[in-house]
Nanobody
Framework: QVQPVESGGGLVQAGDSLTLTCAAS????????MGWLRQVPGKEREFVAV????????HYARSVKGRFTISRDNIKDTVTLQMNNLQPEDTAVYYC?????????????????WGQGTPVTVSA
């Protein structure tokens, strides 16, 4: 059973950058699509970025395109979300998830493991 573990969240000011990292405390991300989603209490979850295996294809939510970059290190078995020019509306808990498949997907039902999340707070 894989267990993703997120790190790197924190409190920053608008315009700052943060790098979130997802590592597997058990199991592996190899041969699977990986995704980051975020959730704000009272709002719908939003898939912000997805990357396929071994990293050929990516997908971004319109709200983060051009500011966020998802990447993976298949040797270290980690997935990174580089977030630049953060804005207050990016404030959320960010979760890393592993898909059952290697193809691009933003369908939550295709993901079989999620981390506990890391909070990101962006002040104006």
């Amino acid at each position: 059973q894989v267990q993703p573990v997120e790190s790197g969240g924190g409190l920053v000011q608008a315009g700052d950058s943060l790098t979130l990292t997802c590592a597997a405390s058990s199991g592996t991300f190899n041969h699977r699509t990986m995704g980051w989603l975020r959730q704000v209490p009272g709002k719908e979850r939003e898939f912000v970025a997805v990357i396929t295996w071994p990293g050929r294809n990516t997908h971004y939510a319109r709200s983060v395109k051009g500011r966020f970059t998802i990447s993976r290190d298949n040797i270290k078995d980690t997935v990174t979300l580089q977030m630049n020019n953060l804005q207050p509306e990016d404030t959320a808990v960010y979760y890393c998830g592993r898909s059952r498949y290697s193809v691009l997907s933003t369908d939550l039902s295709t993901y079989d493991a999620w981390g506990q999340g890391t909070p990101v707070t962006v002040s104006a």
